[in-house]
Nanobody, 125 residues
């Protein structure tokens, strides 16, 4: 069964940086749009960023200019570089496939139901 694996989370001070990684055992990410999502305590899961199979990128307004999504097809991995982190970025971060490139490029992109365990990002002094 397809399952994504997220890593790279941790505790960081406001203004700091982290890089998250996304992979999937036995599944080639290269041909798919992949999205990063997050869920903060007491809140619904929300889309953070998406990268299409043709490398076009999309970001939630709250992270534009601070986060960068990228993919390394040779390593079958998608990354989320997070800079200038804020306490409101604290959440569990997940990655999964997005239905297709057009959805990935839309304002309300959504993830397919292949959620992994996520990786916790805590931004606190």
């Amino acid at each position: 069964q397809l399952q994504f694996v997220e890593s790279g989370g941790g505790l960081v001070q406001p203004g700091g940086s982290l890089r998250l990684s996304c992979s999937a055992s036995g599944f080639t990410l290269n041909y798919y749009a992949i999205g990063w999502f997050r869920q903060a305590p007491g809140k619904e899961r929300e889309g953070v960023s998406c990268i299409s199979s043709t490398y076009s990128t999309n970001y939630a307004d709250s992270v534009k200019g601070r986060f960068t999504i990228s993919r390394d097809n040779a390593k079958n991995t998608v990354y989320l570089q997070m800079n200038s982190l804020k306490p409101e970025d604290t959440a569990v971060y997940y990655c999964t496939t997005v239905y297709n490139d057009r959805v990935c490029e839309s304002r309300d992109f959504y993830g397919m139901n292949y959620w992994g365990k996520g990786t916790l990002v805590t931004v606190s002094s």
